[in-house]
């Protein structure tokens, strides 16, 4: 995962993992948030991809695949739209038969995000995010994002790597939160170049 580059001493990843988990204890609905608010946040909705491949789908893909995720083999299931028990359960099963499978884990971290047992998500991101998954780590990143905002963070670097890493893989949200948030500045001094090219280049891909 790129955040391991930020070293144990980091204080702003430490600040970011350290705000509690439990939904009661963190700022109003951010579990239940942790995918659609960092696109609002960033003004746009991006059209979810078509899935034309011909892998069969497993329940947990119907139940819970991130209609964004390069990766999928089903047309994906917003947030918003998901039964998060159903696809838990299936997801859980998914994982059972074949854990070395990172979609399904992926799959199952989000049925845990929508459940707002963002205790049991993380970890199941930053796994992913080590073995270079795209979507878990632009998952991770926009929610560093929400954590860093809600500590009064104005450097949100160990997000920025994140994002930047799953930008440069291909990652559309994550073209479009990175470069607006290098336009910001969040990750040090603001550039607005850099910014624009990365928010166009997701336009194009969009």
Not at 24 to 44: C, F, H, M, V, Y
Not at 174 to 181: I, N, R, S, T, V
């Amino acid at each position: 995962m790129l955040l391991v580059a930020c070293g144990p001493s980091d204080s702003r990843l430490e600040l970011i993992e350290s705000l509690p988990y439990s939904t009661a204890q963190t700022p109003p609905d951010l579990a239940r948030q942790w995918n659609d608010e960092a696109l609002k946040s960033i003004g746009s909705r991006i059209e979810p991809r078509r899935y034309t491949g011909g892998q069969e789908a497993t329940r947990c893909d119907l139940l819970a695949a991130d209609p964004t995720d390069r990766n999928k083999v089903s047309e994906g299931v917003a947030i918003s739209e998901m039964n998060p028990r159903r696809a838990i359960r299936a997801c859980l099963a998914a994982v059972s038969e074949d854990r070395f499978e990172p979609r399904h884990r992926y799959q199952l971290a989000r049925a845990y995000g929508a459940a707002g047992e963002l205790d049991r998500a993380l970890p199941l991101l930053k796994q992913l995010s080590d073995e270079n998954y795209t979507a878990a780590k632009e998952a991770l990143g926009q929610i560093y994002v929400q954590r860093g905002r809600a500590l009064g963070l104005s450097n949100l670097s160990p997000a920025m790597r994140l994002l930047e890493d799953a930008a440069s893989n291909g990652s559309v949200q994550a073209k479009l939160l990175y470069g607006q948030l290098l336009m910001q500045g969040a990750g040090g001094e603001p550039n607005a170049a850099e910014g624009l090219r990365w928010m166009q280049e997701a336009a194009a891909d969009g």
